[in-house]
């Protein structure tokens, strides 16, 4: 089973109007100290065996390429690797030279997702980004110059205000930069946020679940026609170029997490950091835990778990685990269908779209 390290960068220069992750924008002139931490959380864990030789490394944010690369690589060189480890940075396309990602790949980074969202200004405006789709073209052409070998463009369908149209170019757009691998996310919209509080004061329209799953469908359409599979409800690959990190999540393997607010889990133990930069920073300074809880399924939740999981992915769930009936009616409402060889089911398109209700109807 592969093992995987997700370090958190808890940095951005602005926030995004509908984002709620661990992340900030007043804490520039915590960088070093916070890198130390990472390092040092890295040396404590690896003096007591916990870092495995990683197959996947997976530097999340936040705006990981807001960190100085020469910071990013100290954490890198930290993590033992397999050879042919997958190395991935987030990049938001604004804060994204060539010459910083040409030191990344030097240290080892091979892969980068670009925060791209949406291919028009009008829709990159309403979501509150500060980048316009020149600076998405400028930074996949600076990855590919670093001898970066595969990208990833992260898109998000149903804004409001975002017509067809809209996302029909976002998608074509995003094709003709020719990427690896291209997640589409549904636009969730998030209480506290400031999209939070325009939806629920009236001020705009909530996300419509015609529209989005309109929106679905013209992605899974313009990415099958080139070449593209899906893999995973919300991601799409060329052969091969699916997310190796992201897999050792949906296929139960274990991982450390490096850095505040990160998860982790090894084997039935999920354990999860300290939420805000300052915390985690002083915990490993005194050479305390910057663990702040953690939590062990039992045999039956694990299991429930790990088919839920793998129902996501192209790949399904085995027939034999599910009650017959339930599979026969899954199968007659369009949601699941069996494979070739007839012994797993895999969510249709439809299936896909309702993949919570498929997961419900499951457990009973
Ligand atoms: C940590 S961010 C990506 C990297 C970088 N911070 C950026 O945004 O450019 C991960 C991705 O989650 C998605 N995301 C974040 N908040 C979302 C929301 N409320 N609804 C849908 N997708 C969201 C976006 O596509 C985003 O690129
Ligand atoms: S979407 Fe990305 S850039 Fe925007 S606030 Fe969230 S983490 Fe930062």
Redesign the pocket.
């Known amino acids: 089973m592969a093992f995987g390290v997700y370090v958190h960068i808890p940095f ?1 220069a602005h926030r ?1 109007d ?4 661990a992340t900030w924008t007043d804490r520039g002139h915590l960088v070093e100290d916070y890198v130390n931490a990472c390092v040092a959380d890295l040396g404590h864990r690896h003096a007591r065996g916990e870092v495995l030789e990683a197959d996947t490394v997976f530097f ?4 990981p390429s807001m960190v100085p690369a020469a910071q990013l690589t100290r954490i890198l060189d930290a993590i033992p690797r397999t050879d042919g480890a997958e190395v991935t940075v ?1 990049c ?2 604004d804060s994204t030279s060539e010459a910083e990602l040409a030191l990344l790949a030097a240290a080892g980074v091979n892969r980068v ?3 791209v ?1 949406s291919m028009r200004t009008n829709v990159l405006a309403i979501l509150g980004r500060t980048h316009d789709p020149d600076n998405v073209v400028r930074a996949v052409d600076a990855a590919r110059n670093a001898g970066i070998r595969r990208v990833n463009l ?3 369908y149903g804004t409001p205000g975002e017509t067809i149209d809209d996302w029909t170019a976002t998608v074509e757009g995003a094709l003709r930069l020719e990427p690896e691998h291209v ?1 589409a ?4 919209v ?1 209480a506290g946020t400031p999209l939070g509080r325009d939806v629920a004061a009236g001020v705009k329209p909530a996300p419509d679940d015609d529209d989005q799953a309109d929106k679905y469908g013209i992605v899974d359409d313009l990415l099958g026609t080139q070449g593209y599979e899906w893999y995973e409800i919300s991601n799409w690959a060329k052969p091969g170029e699916e997310c190796r990190h992201n897999l050792v999540y949906w296929q139960g393997g274990d991982y450390l997490a490096i850095g505040c607010s990160a998860h982790g889990k090894t084997g039935p133990r999920r354990w999860w950091n300290l939420r805000t930069p300052e915390r985690y920073i002083a915990a490993i300074r005194d050479c305390a835990t910057p663990v702040a809880g953690d939590e062990q399924l039992d045999p039956e939740g694990r299991a429930a778990e790990a088919r839920d999981l793998a129902l996501r992915l192209k790949w399904g769930i085995p027939v034999g685990g599910v009650d017959p009936d339930v599979t026969t009616e899954l199968i007659e409402m369009g949601l699941l269908t069996l494979d070739d060889d007839a012994d797993r089911l895999v969510l249709t398109r439809a299936g896909r779209m309702l993949a919570n209700e498929v997961v419900i109807r499951l457990q009973h």
């Not at 509908?18 to 992750?21: A, E, K, N, P, T």
């Not at 999340?60 to 705006?63: A, E, F, L, P, V």
Request: glycine residues 16%; negative net charge.
């Open positions: 951005c995004c509908y984002c709620d992750f999340g944010g936040g705006t987030e938001n396309p997702s670009f925060g969202q992260d898109l998000i997640s996310y549904a636009l969730t998030e």
